[in-house]
C-alpha cells in the first residue's frame, strides 16, 4: 500500500516517522519472501499511540514487523503498511540482574551481551533469529528454555486499549509458543531478570546448543524455523519424516532434508508456493496420523 497524501506523510514525518516506499518484504523476511509496501519505520516509542490513531483516522490498515524470522507474507502488493521499530543505540542496559532490552534488539546478540556480563539463562535461545520483540511475543523457546520464564516486566503498546503499557512478568501468560498478548499488542521493551553464571559457563551451554542445532536444523538457508507446532507429546519433524516428505516440494519452497518441520526457499519460492506446501503436508500428516497441525509461523495473506 502506498501513501500518496502530502498531508498523512507530513504529520508521520511530525511524529518522527518517514516512510520508505515501495520495500519488499522479501528483504526483510528470513524466508526471502513477501511483496512490496511501504514501510513505516519508528523512532520514539511515544510517537506510537499518535501514529497509530493517525493511520486509523484515515482508514490506513498496518501490520507490525518484528525481525521477519518467523513470518510468511503474501506475494504482490500489499494492502497494508508495514511498522517496524528503529533500533536505538544502545538496545541493551544492564542494571545487576535485570537486562533492559529495546524489543527491536537482535535476540543472539542480546543472549551473547548478557553473557558477557556474567548473565546467563537463555543458552537455549542461540540462534533462534529474530528480534527479541518477536520473541517475546510468540515465547520463543529452545532447547528446555523459553523467553517467558525471564520476564521481569514488558512495556508494551496496547491496541485495544490504545496506550502503552507496562505489564509485570506475572501479569502475562507465557505457553508453549504463545502468549497472553493481543494480536494487535506491540511489544516496546521487556526487562529480563537473568541469573548471575560465569562467563565461561554459560559460553559452553551456548556452544552445545549451537552444535546441536547444526547437527538437526538446516542453516544457512532460507525458512521461517519450523513451519509446525509440536502437537502434545510428538514432534511435527519426526511425523512428517516418517512420511518420507523431505525433499516435497511446490516450486522452489521445499521440506528441507535436515529437519523435516523446517521448509525452506530453495531459490524464488512464492507465498503461494509455500502455502500450498504447507496445506499438502498439513493433509498428509492428518490422513496418516489423524492429527491437524497447527501453524507455528504467523501468515501474513495478501
Ligand atoms: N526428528 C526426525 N526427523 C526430522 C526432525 C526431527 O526424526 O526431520 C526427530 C528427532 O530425531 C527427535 C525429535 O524428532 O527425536 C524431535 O526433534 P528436534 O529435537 O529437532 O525438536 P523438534 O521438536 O523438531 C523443537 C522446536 C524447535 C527447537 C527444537 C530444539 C517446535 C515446533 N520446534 O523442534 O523450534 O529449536 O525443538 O529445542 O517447537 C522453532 O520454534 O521454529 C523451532 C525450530
Not at 20 to 27: E, F, K, N, R, Y
Not at 72 to 83: A, K, S, T, Y
Not at 225 to 234: A, D, R, S
Request: aromatic letters at 4%; proline letters at 5%.
Amino acid at each position: 500500500m502506498r501513501l500518496s497524501d502530502a498531508k498523512i506523510l507530513q504529520e508521520l514525518a511530525t511524529l518522527g516517522v518517514e516512510p520508505q516506499p515501495g520495500v519488499a518484504l522479501s528483504t526483510l523476511t528470513s524466508l526471502a519472501i513477501g511483496g512490496p509496501t511501504d514501510l513505516l519505520r519508528i523512532i520514539k516509542h511515544d510517537s506510537i499511540p499518535a501514529i497509530l490513531d493517525l493511520l486509523d483516522q484515515h482508514q490506513i490498515p498496518h501490520k507490525f514487523l518484528g525481525g521477519g524470522s518467523n513470518l510468511l507474507v503474501g506475494d504482490g502488493e500489499l494492502p497494508w503498511v508495514v511498522l517496524q521499530l528503529a533500533k536505538p543505540d544502545p538496545d541493551v542496559i544492564l542494571e545487576g540482574n535485570l537486562a533492559h532490552v529495546d524489543a527491536a534488539a537482535d535476540l543472539g546478540r542480546t543472549v551473547t551481551f548478557c553473557a558477557k556480563h556474567d548473565l546467563g539463562g537463555l543458552e537455549g535461545l542461540i540462534g533462534v533469529p529474530g528480534t527479541v520483540g518477536g520473541a517475546l511475543r510468540m515465547n520463543a523457546g529452545a532447547y528446555g528454555t523459553q523467553i517467558g520464564s525471564y520476564v521481569e516486566e514488558v512495556k508494551v503498546y496496547r491496541a485495544v486499549e490504545r496506550k502503552i503499557e507496562i505489564l509485570r512478568g506475572d501479569q502475562i501468560s507465557f505457553e508453549y509458543r504463545h502468549t497472553s498478548f493481543a494480536p494487535d499488542d506491540m511489544m516496546l521493551a521487556v526487562t529480563l531478570n537473568l541469573p548471575s553464571k560465569p562467563y565461561r559457563e554459560i559460553i559452553q551451554g551456548i556452544r552445545i546448543c549451537n552444535e546441536k542445532r547444526r547437527a538437526s536444523q538446516p542453516m544457512g538457508q532460507k525458512s521461517a524455523g519450523c513451519i509446525f507446532k509440536n502437537p502434545p507429546g510428538t514432534s511435527a519433524g519426526r511425523m512428517i519424516d516418517e512420511l518420507g516428505l523431505k525433499g516435497l516440494s511446490v516450486g522452489d519452497a521445499r521440506v528441507s532434508d535436515r529437519h523435516a518441520n523446517f521448509f525452506v526457499n530453495a531459490g524464488r519460492a512464492s507465498a503461494r508456493d509455500m502455502l500450498t506446501l504447507i496445506s499438502n503436508v498439513r493433509e498428509r500428516v492428518e490422513k496418516a496420523y489423524g492429527v491437524k497441525l497447527e501453524n507455528e509461523i504467523v501468515v501474513w495473506s495478501a
